[in-house]
């Protein structure tokens, strides 16, 4: 597992080295190790290396993992694949983010189901930005009605937008999202966060104000897709 605190640390000294260079200040970019279909083992070797934040995609993994690794304080686990209602209770009573947000129905669920002692849910709201018809989330003219739906609930707490681009895309994605971004605080100013940039394009997606970027690959090498949760 040595490998993984090596790679985590070369990703944290480029990210370092890209925000010098765009002149923003690495503290204001959070990376998002994302551990899904990996063990919890790797996770602990990543948490020793320092790192916190770990993203999952799938609601009964993430469960899994969070009642393996309680005896790690201060995980902060990223909830970051599609959400179904009926997995909604999962992700509500160990996440403290999600970023795929793109439903009212699911937004309600999780406020409702939300414990009062962990405080509210960090949600971010996605948006299907290469409008694909095979992707999640919520176009942009649909997204201010919902982000204003979404910020009156309990237990929710409005933070910001997540998108995965097509590829090919990711510049003109990036651009657009970062408007939008812009667009949503001016109603909603607690919404800073820009979720955006996995581990090919994560550089490009710092230039266009990325708050969180979502690196597996980098951190954790090459996955399997056995999971069919």
Known sequence: MNNIAEQLSAAYHNIAENCRQLQRDPQSVQLIAVSKTKPASAITAAYQAGQRQFGENYPQELLSKAEQLT?????????????????????????????????????????????????????????????????AGVSAAELPALAAAIANLPQLQLRGLMAIPAPGDSERAFAAMQQLSKNLQQQHPGATELSMGMSDDWPLALQYGATMIRLGTAIFGARTYERNE
């Open 71 to 135: 005896a790690l304080p201060d995980l902060e686990w990223h909830f970051i694949g599609p959400l179904q209602s009926n997995k909604t209770r999962l992700v509500a009573e160990h996440a403290s983010w999600v970023h795929s947000i793109d439903r009212l129905k699911i937004a309600e669920r999780l406020a409702t189901q939300r414990p009062q002692a962990m405080g509210p849910l960090q949600v971010l709201l996605q948006i299907n930005i290469s409008n694909e018809a095979s992707k």
